[in-house]
């Protein structure tokens, strides 16, 4: 247990937490949304830090991160609990903490030995992901900078439903961010996730403004968030507010969680997200949980040359040159 960041004393042994969107007002002995923070006789801690729940080596394409070191592997962690309560999690299991006991498994790791195993495990980049990181960012917070000093990169996988300030904090350290944009109905959001669409809106703005390389996914759920309209409102917000280089995710849902209910997305319907994306200018859109698809492949803009070949999370072959399309030269928007 740690004493947390971003918080403030209101009087009368009352705090804020300034960490996520949700902002919430604490009296002693009461728990926040994420349910990892307690208020503590007037002072927030934080319970899960230094507690991996979650630590493997992945690709860090199963990220996913396609314009960021394609190729490499990403040392990855993630501690129990979320911001969010969404309906359709996939790492429920871990990030719906629906008891105190979860606070107390894992297996604990200090700064210090995370950043060397991640060296060990001759990893590129290490990523905060599997659960939301902002409800862990006393621990990123620590090991970014360490990462950074024998030069690894810092990867979040996240929700979005951080503060401009807890971003600011990470900016020194911060190198890439995948951002779920999981609808575009701030309805959707109140009722399957339990926050508001917004704040994951303004996160990714600014995280562009910090310079900070962004790709954003989309999980497509039937009946949910797959009509034509919502499809091409997320598409053009990508490409007018964000930018037409970065990356779109598209990404096929199966049931879950509290979703059994429904039918896999049928791969028409990723098509449609897929052609949404395109008529919006965007210049690299895929197609995930759909094996052996060419639309993961990454494509020349300008004379459609396949520069990046994958199947699944594997890099079959990279014929990009100096950053530039081996067959046009043109530039392509990667960090490498």
């Keep these: 247990m740690q004493e947390a960041l971003l918080y403030e004393k209101l009087g009368n042994q009352k705090v804020e937490c300034n960490l996520c969107a949700h902002h919430c007002k604490l009296a002693p002995g009461k728990f926040g949304i994420c349910r990892v923070r307690e208020n503590i006789d007037g002072t927030l ?3 899960v830090y230094g507690r991996t729940i979650a630590r493997h080596v992945d690709p860090i394409e199963k990220k996913p991160l396609y314009h960021f070191f394609p190729g490499t592997q990403a040392f990855s962690i993630g501690t129990p609990g979320c911001n969010f309560h969404c309906d359709f999690c996939q790492n429920c299991e871990i990030s719906q903490v629906v008891s105190p006991g979860i606070l107390t498994v894992g297996q604990p790791a200090t700064p210090e030995e995370i950043v060397q195993e991640a060296l060990d495990r001759e990893c590129k980049s290490i990523a905060y ?3 939301e990181p902002t409800i862990f960012f006393e621990y990123c917070n620590d090991i970014g900078p360490l990462a950074r000093d024998v030069g690894l990169k810092n990867v979040f996988v996240s929700n979005g439903y951080m503060t401009s300030e807890m971003l600011e904090l990470a ?8 951002i779920d944009l999981k609808a575009f109905r701030d309805d ?4 399957l996730m339990g926050g508001h669409l917004q704040p994951v809106l303004d996160s990714m703005k600014k995280i562009i403004q910090m310079g900070v390389w962004l790709e954003v996914t989309s999980l497509i759920i039937p009946g949910i968030n797959d009509q034509s309209r919502e499809l091409h409102e997320m598409a053009h917000f990508v490409a007018n507010e964000l930018g037409v280089d970065v990356p779109w995710h598209i990404s096929r849902f199966f049931p879950g969680y509290k979703m059994h209910d429904l039918l896999p997305t049928p791969i028409d319907t990723l098509q449609k997200a897929r052609e949404a994306g395109t008529e919006a200018g965007l210049n690299y859109i895929y197609v995930g949980n759909v094996p052996a698809s060419a639309d993961q492949n990454t494509v020349c803009p300008r004379c459609g040359a396949t520069l990046i070949e994958r199947v699944g ?6 014929i990009i040159e100096n950053g530039r399309c081996a067959e046009c030269e043109y530039k392509i928007a990667m960090v490498d």
Excluded: I
């Design 45 to 47: 801690y934080t319970h």
């Design 129 to 131: 992901t599997y659960t």
């Design 171 to 178: 900016a020194p350290w911060l190198d890439a961010v995948n």
């Design 188 to 191: 959707t959001y109140r009722r």
């Design 313 to 318: 999370y594997n890099v079959l072959g990279n």
